[in-house]
C-alpha cells in the first residue's frame, strides 16, 4: 500500500462510511479508519516479530507484530492479510485465525502522528524464513512468546502501542509470568 492507496473510513461504531488516502488519514487528527494486524507463528511455536523501517512515518525502528496494514476499499480481510504477507515478508501464510475481532486502539507517535484504527488481529502459520521488504522491515526475529511478553514488560517503548496492547490481549503476558505452584 502507498500513500495514494485508499483506506476505508469507519464511524464510531465500527462501520465504513467512504474512503480517504492513506496520506490523508495518518495526521495530527487522525479519522478512525479499518486496518489489521497479524502474528505469524512457526512449526516451534515461537512468533515473527519485525522491526519497521527506518524511514516510516510513525515508530520508525520499533519492534512491532510479524506485520499489519489496511485493507483497500472492498477487498476482503484475509485477502488483505495475505497481500501484506507477501509484500512484506515474502510469506506464504497457513492457518490464518481471527484472534481478536474487536480491537481497537488511538496512539500518538513522538512525532505527533496519531493512528486510530479498528485493527482486527490475525494469526497465522509459517514455516520459511522471511524476506525482508526494506521499504517495510529492517529486521525480523524468531522469538518464543513468554520471551517477547518478557521483553515487552521490561521496555514497553521499544515496541509498537499495538503490539504492547495486542500481546496483553492474547496473554501473552501470561506466558511471561513465574509459574506459582499450588499446595
Given at each position: 500500500?502507498?500513500?495514494?492507496?485508499q483506506?476505508?473510513?469507519l464511524?464510531?461504531?465500527?462501520?465504513?462510511?467512504?474512503?480517504?488516502?492513506?496520506?490523508s488519514?495518518?495526521?495530527?487528527?487522525?479519522?478512525?479508519h479499518?486496518?489489521?494486524?497479524?502474528?505469524?507463528?512457526?512449526?516451534?511455536?515461537?512468533?515473527?516479530?519485525?522491526?519497521?523501517?527506518?524511514?516510516?512515518?510513525?515508530?520508525?525502528?520499533?519492534?512491532?507484530?510479524?506485520?499489519?496494514?489496511?485493507?483497500?476499499?472492498?477487498?476482503?480481510?484475509?485477502?488483505?492479510?495475505?497481500r501484506?504477507?507477501?509484500?512484506?515478508?515474502?510469506?506464504?501464510?497457513?492457518?490464518?485465525?481471527?484472534?481478536?475481532?474487536l480491537?481497537?486502539?488511538?496512539?500518538?507517535?513522538?512525532?505527533?502522528?496519531?493512528?486510530?484504527?479498528?485493527?482486527?488481529?490475525?494469526?497465522?502459520?509459517?514455516?520459511?524464513?522471511?524476506?525482508?521488504?526494506?521499504?517495510?522491515?529492517?529486521?525480523?526475529?524468531?522469538?518464543?512468546?513468554?520471551?517477547?511478553?518478557?521483553?515487552?514488560?521490561?521496555?514497553?517503548?521499544?515496541?509498537?502501542?499495538?503490539?504492547?496492547?495486542?500481546?496483553?490481549?492474547?496473554?501473552?503476558?501470561?506466558?511471561?509470568?513465574?509459574?506459582?505452584?499450588?499446595?
Open positions: 500500500m502507498t500513500d495514494d492507496d483506506v476505508v473510513l464511524d464510531e461504531d465500527g462501520r465504513a462510511i467512504g474512503t480517504a488516502l492513506k496520506s488519514v495518518h495526521g495530527t487528527d487522525t479519522a478512525l479499518l486496518a489489521f494486524s497479524c502474528h505469524v507463528v512457526n512449526r516451534h511455536g515461537e512468533v515473527l516479530v519485525t522491526r519497521r523501517a527506518l524511514d516510516k512515518r510513525t515508530w520508525p525502528g520499533v519492534w512491532t507484530n510479524s506485520f499489519c496494514g489496511h485493507p483497500r476499499p472492498a477487498e476482503p480481510l484475509l485477502a488483505a492479510v495475505r501484506r504477507a507477501d509484500y512484506e515478508l515474502g510469506l506464504t501464510l497457513s492457518d490464518i485465525e481471527l484472534a481478536l475481532p480491537f481497537r486502539y488511538r496512539a500518538t507517535d513522538a512525532n505527533g502522528i496519531v493512528e486510530h484504527e479498528v485493527c482486527p488481529v490475525y494469526t497465522a502459520r509459517a514455516d520459511e524464513e522471511p524476506v525482508l521488504n526494506p521499504l517495510e522491515v529492517v529486521d525480523a526475529q524468531w522469538v518464543e512468546p513468554g520471551a517477547l511478553a518478557a521483553s515487552i514488560i521490561a521496555t514497553p517503548w521499544a515496541f509498537s502501542p499495538w503490539l504492547v496492547l495486542q500481546a496483553e490481549q492474547l496473554h501473552l503476558f501470561e506466558q511471561a509470568a513465574p509459574q506459582r505452584r499450588v499446595s
